[in-house]
């Protein structure tokens, strides 16, 4: 993973204020349809949810915000991204 992502990563968790959101509030950040969500979480291209319950569940804002810069570093940069390696080493480093 390149320095810059890791450098990315602990930009966004300095900043971000890690709340839980909703899938409305996911929709609402991303600017993508539910199921285009649910896809991207099965590939393992977009954070998983933590689930709070047998039929709930939530996302940290932190991977949320990560996930987003990522995603416009990639597009800005001519620099590849790995977005299935950078989610795991999100979600790894969360779970430190």
Same mark, same amino acid.
Not at 7 to 15: D, F, M, P, S, T
Not at 18 to 38: F, Y
């Given at each position: 993973?390149?320095? /810059?992502?890791?450098?990315?990563? /602990?930009?966004?968790?300095?900043?971000?204020?890690?709340?839980?959101?909703?899938?409305?509030?996911?929709?609402?950040?991303?600017?993508?349809?539910?199921?285009?969500?649910?896809?991207?979480?099965?590939?393992?291209?977009?954070?998983?949810?933590?689930?709070?319950?047998?039929?709930?569940?939530?996302?940290? /804002?932190?991977?949320?915000?990560?996930?987003?810069?990522? $995603?416009?570093?990639?597009?800005?940069? /001519?620099?590849?991204?790995?977005?299935?390696?950078?989610?795991? &080493? &999100?979600?790894?480093? $969360?779970? &430190?």
């Amino acid at each position: 993973m390149s320095p /810059e992502l890791l450098a990315l990563i /602990e930009r966004v968790r300095a900043v971000v204020n890690d709340r839980l959101l909703r899938l409305t509030q996911v929709k609402v950040k991303t600017g993508l349809a539910s199921s285009t969500i649910w896809k991207y979480v099965k590939h393992g291209t977009l954070p998983p949810p933590i689930r709070i319950g047998s039929r709930s569940a939530c996302w940290k /804002e932190s991977e949320i915000s990560a996930w987003i810069e990522a $995603n416009a570093f990639a597009s800005r940069s /001519e620099k590849s991204v790995d977005i299935k390696a950078f989610i795991a &080493l &999100l979600v790894a480093q $969360n779970d &430190l």
